[in-house]
Structures are given as structure tokens and as C-alpha cells.
């Protein structure tokens, strides 16, 4: 058991290692240059010679996306409670919602610097907009399968449809919820770095956009490293929540 346990925690960390290494050896040995495919040194060298700009863009970026992040948390909790506790507003606001979830956020981008102008507008929206579906969708799940007949027990047992939704459904949904919060949140990062990148002028987004444009590729990819590494640790820290908050939600895996 300790030996599965110790894998488990270090696996991560190997194939990493393995994955580096691999990268390393074949840029090196097919003499790739850097303006095209830098190495994880090359990568590494710009991180310790441009730290500074790196983590006040981080900075820029995290925060921007915080904001967006924070609004996708409590428009898609409200919409999703309503799609979810109605049959009548499932059926007729769920496919709206797949609707406007397919629309590439890429082109609504234009739209939201004509609204709201350069700057920080079109960052927090474009992280809204790109990460409240899965909230959304994951709530409405939750409260719209639950079980028939425990409902009706509920029921029989005095329960109104209220204290079955709030007491019942709500708990039910909080697993989806957190499920949601860890896909919504590198989706979020996604949508601040591409208004960053179309509309910004800071943050991790415009590195990259200026790295890019100069044909410096081992700081685009710092940038890229850097972005991933944030959205990483947001998802281990919404992990760390939800088993903490929804361990009845994992019994089955921790025993096993």
C-alpha cells in the first residue's frame, strides 16, 4: 500500500522529468533553433533573466482572471439552480446555453474592446463568459437528476419542493460543483491570456503577443509555462477543497 501511495505521489513528478528530458535531448540533437523550438534550458534561462516582468504579468494575469473567475462562480450558481430546479426552464434555457457555449470566444473578443476599450473590460469578461458554462451545466446536472423517488419520500414525508432542492439537491450537486470549479478555472486562464493577447496591454497574454512578434520563443514559452503552472495550482487548490468538504462524495476511492 505505501508503495502504490509513493507512486501516486510521485509519478507526476517523473513523467515530468522523463517528458523534459525527452524535450531536451531531441531540440539538442536535431539542433532545432530556438526562434522556432526552444529547449526547457533556453525556457528555464528566460525565467531567471526576465523574472521580474514574468511574475508582474503573472500577477496582472492571475488577478484579471480571479475577478472573471469569481463572476462565472456566482452567475452560473444562480443559473444553474434555476435551469436545474424547473423542467419547463431546463428545456427552454439549456439548449440557449450549449448555444451561446459554442460561439468562439476568439470573435466576441473585437466585440468586447469596442464595448469596454483596451485594458482590463475585455480580460474579466472574456474569463466570464468562457468559464461559467461548466458551472452551469454541472449544477443544473446535479439538481435536475436527482432521484424521482427519493423525492417523492421527501414528499410524502412533508418535505416542499424548496426544502428538497436546498437540503437535498444543493448537497447532492456540490461534487459536480467542484468538478465544475476545477474545469472552469484553467478555462478562465485561457480566456484572460486570449483577450491579453488580442485586446491587453499587461499581463502574460501581452508578453507572449510581444515576445512572439520579436521571435524571442523561449520567453512566449516562459509565458506559456508560467500560465500553466498557475492554473495548475488553482486546480490542486480546488482538489484540496472539495476532498475536504465532499469526502462522503470519495469514500469508494480513498478506500481503494
Known amino acids: 500500500m505505501k508503495i502504490t501511495r509513493n507512486m501516486e505521489r510521485w509519478s507526476p ?6 517528458f523534459l528530458i525527452l524535450w531536451q535531448v531531441i531540440v539538442a540533437g536535431l539542433s532545432i533553433p530556438e526562434f522556432i523550438f526552444p529547449s526547457p534550458w533556453q525556457i528555464l534561462q528566460q525565467f531567471i533573466e526576465f523574472q521580474g516582468p514574468l ?3 503573472a500577477w496582472k494575469t492571475f488577478w484579471v482572471t480571479m475577478l472573471g473567475f469569481g463572476i462565472s462562480i456566482v452567475v452560473g450558481v444562480l443559473l444553474g439552480f434555476l435551469i436545474g430546479s424547473s423542467r419547463l426552464a431546463y428545456t427552454a434555457l439549456y439548449p440557449l446555453m450549449v448555444a451561446f457555449n459554442a460561439v468562439p470566444k ?6 468586447l474592446v469596442v464595448w469596454f476599450g483596451i485594458g482590463l473590460g475585455p480580460g474579466i469578461l472574456t474569463a466570464f463568459l468562457i468559464s461559467f458554462f461548466p458551472i452551469t451545466v454541472n449544477i ?5 437528476t436527482l432521484e424521482p423517488e427519493l423525492e417523492d419520500v421527501l414528499r410524502v414525508l412533508g ?3 424548496w426544502d428538497v432542492l436546498i437540503k437535498v439537491g444543493l448537497p447532492r450537486s456540490m461534487p459536480y460543483f467542484y468538478g465544475s ?8 486562464f485561457v480566456g484572460t491570456v486570449l483577450a491579453e493577447m488580442t485586446a491587453g496591454d499587461s499581463g502574460i497574454g501581452y508578453l507572449m ?7 524571442r520563443m523561449p520567453l512566449a514559452f516562459a509565458g506559456l509555462v508560467t500560465i500553466g503552472a498557475m492554473a495548475m495550482v488553482m486546480y490542486e487548490f480546488f482538489s484540496w477543497i472539495e476532498k ?10 480513498q478506500s481503494a
Do not use: F, N, Y
Open 13 to 18: 513528478l517523473v513523467v515530468l522529468a522523463v
Open 55 to 57: 511574475l508582474e504579468a
Open 106 to 111: 476568439a470573435a466576441v473578443v473585437p466585440i
Open 140 to 144: 443544473a446536472t446535479g439538481l435536475a
Open 159 to 161: 418535505a416542499r419542493r
Open 181 to 188: 470549479l476545477k474545469i472552469a478555472i484553467t478555462l478562465a
Open 209 to 215: 503577443q510581444s515576445a512572439g512578434s520579436q521571435q
Open 244 to 253: 475536504r468538504t465532499t469526502g462522503w462524495a470519495h469514500r469508494g476511492s
